[in-house]
């Protein structure tokens, strides 16, 4: 079974518009930490206004960091997707950034930053404790009010967590859960501020919600001694030591100790 990761984190603020802003997140989504390169940029456009010019092919690598910023800094982009390739079979690594500049919701952490990257066979020097790192960078300069690190065997089950959609494949849902995606859907404008997300391999919390749950001990008691990361405002909670861990019946065990503890504060049934 190859593991996969996706993440997922809900924020409030539009992302940095302005050159120092668009340095930093531009540095991040174009580290030379991710495990492969993301060479292929898509942007969506605000409805309405004049399209951001299409980008055709690859980016070559020398312009990469000056492209992203100047797709961030550009006033008409609504979201701002990279990716490895066009062809899912070697799209190994991809992400997709609301820049919070066009949005109805009524949610109060409306934004989203989603990625997904394959766990196995990465490139010779890479490695996936870089790529959570960078997800930790992103979590921390978006200002993410809560968020998840999905691990699984299971690419499709993963689409489905980031996207709150349900897959079927001979009327079986691909998810093992899909009664839970379909809490979280229902509940999406209360997701960061009233409620999280049932835990996964790594979850995110802000203070308020570790307050709610009657502090840190009680995530501790759930989890052992597995350490837990501070990030800036968040408290980043996983469930193993090393995500190479993460599908073992150990964390399975803590995922459902931990669902526990975040009941009051997980999305209602």
């Known amino acids: 079974m190859a593991l996969a990761l996706g993440f997922c984190c809900y924020f409030a603020e539009p992302v940095p518009a302005s050159a120092a802003g668009a340095r930093v997140l531009g540095e991040v989504l174009t580290s030379a930490d991710w495990p492969w390169a993301m060479p292929m940029m ?75 990257c394959r766990a196995e066979s990465l490139p010779a020097g890479k490695s996936i404790a870089a790529w959570l790192d960078l997800m930790h960078s992103l979590a921390v300069t978006l200002r993410a009010a809560h968020g998840v690190v999905v691990a699984s065997g299971n690419e499709g089950a993963i689409h489905d967590e980031l996207t709150l959609s349900t897959t079927y494949i001979n009327d079986r849902p691909v998810h093992p859960a899909p009664a839970e995606l379909e809490l979280v859907r229902r509940h999406r404008d209360q997701i960061g501020a009233a409620f999280v997300r049932p835990p996964r391999w790594g979850t995110y919390l802000k203070p308020e919600h570790v307050e709610a749950i009657g502090g840190r001990a009680r995530i501790t008691e759930a989890i052992g001694d597995v350490p837990m990361q501070d990030l800036g405002p968040l408290l980043f909670v996983p469930l193993s030591a090393t995500i190479k861990d993460a599908l073992t019946p150990e964390v399975q065990a803590r995922q459902r100790a931990l669902a526990d503890v975040l009941a009051p504060i997980t999305v209602p049934a």
Request: glycine fraction near 6%.
């Open 42 to 116: 898509r942007v969506i456009g605000t409805p309405g206004q004049e399209p951001y010019p299409t980008r055709k092919g690859k980016i070559p690598a020398a312009a990469m960091e000056a492209s992203v910023r100047d797709a961030l800094e550009a006033p008409v982009s609504r979201r701002i997707n990279l990716a490895a390739s066009r062809t899912e079979s070697l799209n190994h690594c991809w992400i997709h950034l609301d820049t919070g500049r066009d949005d109805l919701s009524a949610a109060t952490y409306p934004f989203e930053a989603r990625a997904f």
